[in-house]
């Protein structure tokens, strides 16, 4: 805002009065003649951002993400074992 207050177009008597002509029609068409209420509308609070929602869904999602890896690695693992285990580890019967 600062820069555009120190622009041409914020600085300008035409922009000003356009301004101002734009504030009178809003007052008397959209909010009854209430100038309080009206200048509420065209110059709303900034609102506050927040940024714990977005961090702690993506922590979510990245913690999600890794338990459902390590889930099918373990599963895949166990496969492996049931298929090779035994005579990798020795533990096969031999007569």
Excluded: Q
């Excluded at 609070?45 to 961090?55: D, I, L, M, N, P």
Aim: hydrophobic share 35%; proline share 1%; aromatic share 8%.
């Amino acid at each position: 805002m600062k820069t555009v207050d120190n622009s041409y177009l914020g600085s300008s008597d035409e922009a000003n009065i356009l301004m101002e002509k734009v504030k009178a029609t809003f007052i008397n068409d959209f909010s009854n003649s209430n100038s309080k209420d009206s200048t509420k509308s065209l110059r709303p609070k900034a609102t506050g951002e927040r940024h714990s929602v977005t961090f702690s869904s993506g922590s979510f999602a990245g913690c999600f993400i890794a338990l459902l890896v390590s889930i099918i690695l373990r599963i895949e693992a166990r496969n492996v074992m049931e298929k090779e285990g035994a005579s990798y580890m020795g533990t096969e019967l031999s007569y």
